[in-house]
């Protein structure tokens, strides 16, 4: 992937200084930059901007700020009636930032349908833990209960990144059990007070919860 972007048009690599050059600089596809690191310092600017890193463990750090945003405003949020039955269930505990690691941990290594996941490198995994350390990654963790071994076990969640307590930056979720990640959406949605989740690319799983994209413009006038 990294290959193609830095044949397709002057790439901006980035230097020690803790700095990303302006939306506008972007590739078509919404790449930013390359290079850098993955410092407490520079993520943090890097989601106040509206940019975030995505890359395979062989690419250099590529940073994105893409054309469309996929976003979910918290008054739009659909909840399917398979899902308000689950919901009025209650067979699942949910927490919040009581297992970060293990969150960040599943959304790594969990088999997924569209094969994503794997831009979780070990690198990312370590820096995004330091940034729960800070305060500043969040996540959402869904527990349910096991009669045989008599233990809450997790079977979903999700992390993200605090932007101001106004917009929270999805970064992955996971499910081990059917609807798990759903269940952890709903709840960062209904439960916080945020006035934007920031979903980044379009996804169908997503759409089906009621985000949309927005212009890129839009997006960082909110942000």
Not at 1 to 28: C, V, Y
Not at 43 to 70: H, N, S, V
């Amino acid at each position: 992937m990294a290959a193609f972007f830095i044949f397709a048009f002057e790439m901006k690599w980035l230097t020690e200084k803790i700095e990303f050059p302006l939306p506008e600089t972007a590739s078509e596809e919404g790449v930013i930059a390359l290079g850098g690191d993955l410092s407490v310092e520079r993520l943090t600017l890097a989601y106040q901007k509206g940019i975030f890193p995505w890359y395979t463990e062989d690419d250099p750090i590529i940073w994105y700020c893409p054309p469309e945003r996929m976003v979910l405003f918290p008054n739009e949020l659909k909840i399917s009636k398979s899902m308000k039955r689950i919901l009025k269930k209650g067979n699942y505990t949910i927490t919040e930032n009581k297992a970060f690691d293990e969150v960040i941990f599943n959304c790594k290594h969990i088999l997924r349908k569209d094969d994503f996941g794997t831009w979780i490198t070990d690198d990312m995994e370590q820096a995004y833990m330091k940034l729960h350390r800070k305060g500043i990654a969040k996540s959402i963790e869904v527990w349910y209960y096991d009669a045989t071994t008599e233990k809450d076990i997790l079977v979903g969640g999700l992390y993200g990144i605090d932007v101001g307590n106004a917009i929270f930056c999805g970064e992955s979720m996971f499910s081990l059990m059917s609807n798990a990640s759903k269940l952890a959406f709903i709840y960062l949605v209904q439960h916080k007070n945020y006035q934007l989740i920031d979903c980044q690319v379009y996804n169908e799983h997503l759409a089906s919860l009621g985000a949309r994209e927005i212009s890129r413009e839009d997006f960082l006038k909110m942000l």
